[in-house]
Nanobody
Framework: QVQLVESGGGLVQAGGSLRLSCAVS????????IGWFRQAPGKEREFVAA????????RLADSVSRRFTISRDNAKNTVSLQMNNLKSEDTAVYYC??????????????????WGQGTQVTVSS
């Protein structure tokens, strides 16, 4: 089992930036996938970004690909989501998640077994 703790959410004006962090602990392997998802009120949880824990692969949703980046800090065992040029439609609870194996199903929430508690991101227009 993997333990995940998100931090870094908050209130920001449109056009601003935020950096979310996910502290990862427990049983992990180089081929694990770490994902970021978000869920706005009344909407389904949607894929934002993912990366292979051992490096070598990252994926971003089309809606954020030119504004967000995902990266890992090896020394701190964290995965970060840098969010720039934020828009009101980015408002949501952001969740960090982990799955065994890095496959083409990285964008499916159901393929992730472990989840953090979420962190709220609110973008004011």
């Amino acid at each position: 089992q993997v333990q995940l703790v998100e931090s870094g959410g908050g209130l920001v004006q449109a056009g601003g930036s935020l950096r979310l962090s996910c502290a990862v602990s427990g049983r992990t392997g180089s081929n694990y996938g770490i994902g970021w998802f978000r869920q706005a009120p009344g909407k389904e949880r949607e894929f934002v970004a993912a990366m292979r824990w051992g490096g070598g692969a990252t994926r971003l949703a089309d809606s954020v690909s030119r504004r967000f980046t995902i990266s890992r800090d090896n020394a701190k065992n964290t995965v970060s989501l840098q969010m720039n040029n934020l828009k009101s439609e980015d408002t949501a609870v952001y969740y960090c998640s982990a799955r065994t194996g890095w496959t083409t199903a990285y964008y499916l929430p159901a393929s992730y077994a472990d989840w953090g508690q979420g962190t709220q991101v609110t973008v004011s227009s």
